[in-house]
């Protein structure tokens, strides 16, 4: 059974930092290239940052490029994004994703 589990949403300053994981199970996460999407109501579904199956390449959103960093530990199955510098249109609940399986998605609140 696919799981996708995040974790390390919160509450956070603007200007804060915030560090998401995303543990998997159920397919051998070695394989696959993963990445980080982002819902809000007022956006909609955006794609956030791509990582290809061996941590190679990353890519990256222009709205998070050069403040968001995203990593895997493949050792670990688990999915990071850190995300820095973060300010009120980064407020969303965070998803990570692979092909068609997504996480529950974790709540990052961005406000003083």
């Known amino acids: 059974q696919v799981q996708l589990v995040e974790s390390g949403g919160g509450l956070v300053r603007p200007g804060g930092s915030l560090t998401l994981s995303c543990a998997v199970s159920?397919?051998?996460?070695?394989?696959?290239?993963m990445i980080w999407v982002r819902q809000t109501p007022r956006t909609g579904l955006e794609w956030v940052s791509g990582?290809?199956?061996?941590?190679?390449?990353?890519f990256y959103a222009n709205s998070v490029k050069g403040r968001f960093i995203i990593s895997r530990d493949n050792a670990r199955d688990t999915l990071y994004l850190q995300m820095n510098s973060l300010n009120a249109d980064d407020t969303a609940l965070y998803y990570c994703?692979?092909?068609?399986?997504w996480g529950q998605g974790t709540r990052v609140t961005v406000s003083s």
């Open positions: 990582i290809d199956s061996r941590g190679d390449n990353t």
């Open positions: 159920g397919f051998t996460f070695s394989d696959y290239s």
């Open positions: 994703v692979c092909g068609t399986y």
